[in-house]
């Protein structure tokens, strides 16, 4: 999943003022940690020696820094998760019926699943037969194609071929060949896989040009940073926003759980 270890970087390096605020409210309260006997000794205390003390209960207790991490992660997931479903009753028809994005399975399903993608991600790699699985287990699963490139030039251009092979009728066809590929996926593979789908690469790389192309993958970056979707692959089904790789199973039940009541109408 794209982001996440950046993520913790940040909250690494982010934590450590709050836990330094925290040390020193400790402090008088604990027996094992560094004790202060008055307010008047904290107030006089050197910025060198608050400093000291701080490195040394945080030496001692190293485990704080791990709990803290965790703590702060959790509790902005799940203020992100809130926002993000907030984000997507005000944006339903943009995530599940944008004319411009790409729809696979049945049509008029009444389960849908959208997702967000990259062709260069492994994770997403890792989902494609997952979702491809979901598809042909359930006759009413509808799926909406966000092409999210966030990993490079490679990307760039595989997700605009994508978009363009649609006016060949053949986006899904050549979306899945293009999971196939081995290593980086870049312009001559995304070329070379064009080719092997029955694609005119002529014309492919003509409508390739197509500015609503570009308009298209502004779109769905924007609204992919309005659903608090930061990584690859995310996905949208019924009410629910979530990014990385799971199980079969988990997918499964996800899906289970958005039926035709949960979604939006046209």
Avoid at 41 to 64: C, G, K, N, W
Avoid at 174 to 195: N, P, S, T
Wanted: hydrophobic share 40%; with cysteine.
């Amino acid at each position: 999943m794209t982001g996440r270890y950046l993520t913790q970087r940040i909250l690494a390096w982010a934590v450590l003022p709050v836990l330094a605020f925290g040390a020193a409210a400790v402090w008088k309260g604990r027996p094992d940690g560094l004790k202060l006997s008055s307010a008047a000794v904290a107030a006089e205390m050197t910025q060198a020696e608050f400093e000291r003390r701080i490195r040394d209960y945080l030496l001692a207790h190293p485990e704080v820094v791990g709990e803290a991490i965790k703590r702060l992660q959790a509790k902005q997931d799940e203020q992100d998760a809130a926002d993000a479903k907030v984000a997507l009753k005000a944006h339903t028809a943009e995530v599940f019926h944008d004319p411009d994005s790409p729809v696979g399975g049945n049509s008029s399903g009444n389960a849908t699943v959208v997702e967000f993608f990259d062709y260069n991600c492994p994770y997403c790699k890792m989902m494609a037969p997952l979702v491809t699985k979901a598809e042909a287990t359930d006759p009413q699963l509808r799926i909406v194609y966000k092409e999210f490139p966030i990993l490079g030039p490679g990307s760039v251009f595989a997700a605009k071929a994508a978009l363009a092979a649609v006016k060949q009728g053949k986006y899904e066809a050549f979306h899945r060949a293009l999971y196939q590929v081995r290593g980086h996926v870049d312009e001559a593979k995304v070329l070379e896989v064009a080719g092997t789908v029955g694609l005119d690469v002529g014309s492919l790389e003509v409508d390739m040009q197509d500015k609503g192309i570009d308009d298209e993958l502004t779109k769905n970056q924007n609204l992919a940073e309005t659903l608090h979707i930061t990584g690859t692959p995310g996905f949208v089904v019924g009410d629910q926003v979530t990014t990385g790789a799971t199980d079969f199973e988990t997918f499964q039940s996800l899906i289970g759980k958005a039926t035709k009541a949960d979604q939006p109408t046209k």
